[in-house]
C-alpha cells in the first residue's frame, strides 16, 4: 500500500522544547513539503525538498528545521525560535518538476503546553 | 497578500442539489488550479484539476470551470451527497516556475444537509 505516513497524530510538548515531527512516503516520489494549517486559514508552506540532500525554504520557515538524507523521508524539527508552533502540520510529495499533482498524509496536531 | 482566495467561508445545500464552490485568483502567472477535498483531522485529497489550456474539466459528479479573464475558478458538484461535506480548498501553481510550490486558499466548508 503507497501512501503517505506521519507520527505521532497527536503531540504535546512544553514551551522551549525543540519536537522532530515524521514524514515518510513509499510513492518513489523526489518532491516532498511541510504546511501548517491554522484554524481559518489555507495550507501554508513551510519548507520543500525537490530533491535528496536539498530543501529551500518556503512562506513561514522561521523557527523550523528540516533534513532529507533519504528519499522517503523529510523530517520536520519544530524549534523553540517558533513563537506560535501550536498547529495541524501536513507533510505532502509529488512526483516533482512541474508535474503531478501532491498527496498528502495525515497530519500531526502539535500542542504547545 | 493572499494570491488565492475563497470569499465564502462554508456552503449550505440540500442533498441532490448542485454545490458551487468559487474560488478567485490574482496572479496571472498560474497555470495550473486544483481543488482538494479535507475531512478534520485529516490530509487533503486531490479531487480534481485543470490548466489553464482548458476551460472545463469533468470527472464523475465534480466538474471545474476555469475563467481566465476574470482569474475565477469554480467547482461544481452534482448532485451533492451527504459525503461531500467537509472543506475544500483550492491550490494554484505556476508551473512555468521552477518548484511545484501550490498556493492554497482559505477553503470553503460544504455542508450537504440529507
Known amino acids: 500500500d503507497g501512501g503517505i505516513t506521519q507520527s505521532p497524530k497527536y503531540l504535546f510538548r512544553k514551551e522551549g522544547q525543540n519536537v522532530t515531527l515524521s514524514c515518510e512516503q513509499n510513492?518513489?516520489?523526489?518532491?516532498m513539503y511541510w504546511y501548517r494549517q491554522d484554524p481559518g486559514q489555507g495550507l501554508r508552506l513551510i519548507y520543500y525538498?525537490?530533491?535528496?540532500?536539498?530543501?529551500q525554504k518556503g512562506d513561514i520557515a522561521e523557527g523550523y528545521s528540516v533534513s532529507r538524507e533519504k528519499k522517503e523521508s523529510f523530517p520536520l524539527t519544530v524549534t523553540s525560535a517558533q513563537k506560535n508552533p501550536t498547529a495541524f502540520y501536513l507533510c505532502?510529495?509529488?512526483?516533482?518538476?512541474?508535474?503531478?499533482?501532491?498527496?498528502f498524509g495525515p497530519g500531526t496536531r502539535l500542542t504547545v503546553l | 497578500d493572499q494570491q488565492v482566495k475563497q470569499n465564502s467561508p462554508s456552503l449550505s445545500v440540500q442533498e441532490g442539489r448542485i454545490s458551487i464552490l468559487n474560488c478567485d485568483y490574482t496572479?496571472?502567472?498560474?497555470?495550473?488550479f486544483l481543488w482538494y477535498k479535507k475531512y478534520p483531522a485529516e490530509g487533503p485529497t486531490f479531487l480534481i484539476s485543470?490548466?489553464?489550456?482548458?476551460d472545463k474539466n469533468e470527472d464523475g459528479r465534480f466538474t471545474v470551470f476555469l475563467n481566465k479573464s476574470a482569474k475565477h475558478l469554480s467547482l461544481h458538484i452534482v448532485p451533492s451527497q451527504p459525503g461531500d461535506s467537509a472543506v475544500y480548498f483550492c491550490?494554484?501553481?505556476?508551473?512555468?516556475?521552477?518548484?511545484?510550490?501550490?498556493?492554497f486558499g482559505t477553503g470553503t466548508l460544504l455542508a450537504v444537509q440529507p
Open positions: 505532502a510529495s509529488s512526483i516533482g518538476g512541474l508535474l503531478g499533482e501532491q498527496f
Open positions: 510513492l518513489n516520489h523526489d518532491a
Open positions: 525538498s525537490q530533491i535528496v540532500n536539498d530543501f
Open positions: 496572479n496571472s502567472m498560474f497555470d495550473y
Open positions: 485543470i490548466s489553464s489550456i482548458k
Open positions: 491550490a494554484a501553481s505556476a508551473r512555468g516556475g521552477a518548484t511545484n510550490k501550490l498556493i
